[in-house]
């Protein structure tokens, strides 16, 4: 029980501060709306993760490779990724107008449902591990998922908070320049999310 703990804690940390699509999102969503919009990107594994935990669960039951449906979501979110990525780029000044709904839970969902990290994750770490806890008793799986959640989105919250306060201390040109970094950032991960979906496809 200890030991499950202990993992989700630190896989959960870990996979809350890794540099990521996710991650991007909140960062670039705290910027441009303030840090309740990038609270909710973080917030987005918390709907998004229950169906994809599930399905994980029954293909390593039922089936052997994952791979081509990997590959699939993969390609998605590599356009999604690209087309947010645009959108930052198209800012020109610091005066932006707010949008009256920046729509960040929405992004938050899409960006990690097409994200094949997630799927990965629970498909070779987080489903065996809660596939072996739970032969024990629910408890002993809930004792790995839990901590692993909190801590997955709790590290997401305090970046966009972290953020927030700094966008208030940010000159005109520091803040447009970030803008178009983090779009740029999120191509590229679009980019890496197509290379990896061909992969997966075509069994590379």
Not at 160 to 186: D, F, P, W
Request: proline share 5%.
């Amino acid at each position: 029980m200890k030991s499950l703990l202990i993992s989700g804690m630190v896989l959960g940390l870990s996979a809350g501060l890794s540099p990521g699509p996710m991650l991007t999102l909140v960062i670039s969503q705290t910027l441009r709306h303030g840090i309740r919009e990038g609270v909710k990107v973080a917030l987005a594994p918390l709907l998004t993760d229950t169906p994809i935990v599930m399905a994980c669960l029954l293909f390593l039951s039922v089936f052997s490779d994952m791979r081509p449906a990997l590959g699939i979501i993969s390609m998605f979110g590599g356009f999604y990724l690209f087309y947010l990525g645009l959108r930052s780029l198209q800012f020109k000044t610091v005066h932006l107008k707010e949008e009256v709904d920046p729509k960040s839970l929405k992004k938050g969902l899409m960006v990690n449902f097409l994200n094949p990290s997630p799927y990965m994750f629970w498909a070779s770490i987080g489903g065996p591990l809660v596939l072996k806890a739970s032969s024990t008793s629910l408890v002993a799986a809930a004792a790995f998922v839990i901590p692993f959640y909190v801590l997955l989105v709790g590290s997401k919250i305090v970046v966009a908070i972290i953020s927030g306060r700094s966008r208030n201390l940010m000159k005109s040109r520091h803040y447009a320049i970030i803008l178009r970094i983090l779009g740029l950032v999120l191509m590229g991960f679009g980019v890496l999310f197509l290379r990896d979906g061909l992969r997966y496809v075509l069994g590379g």
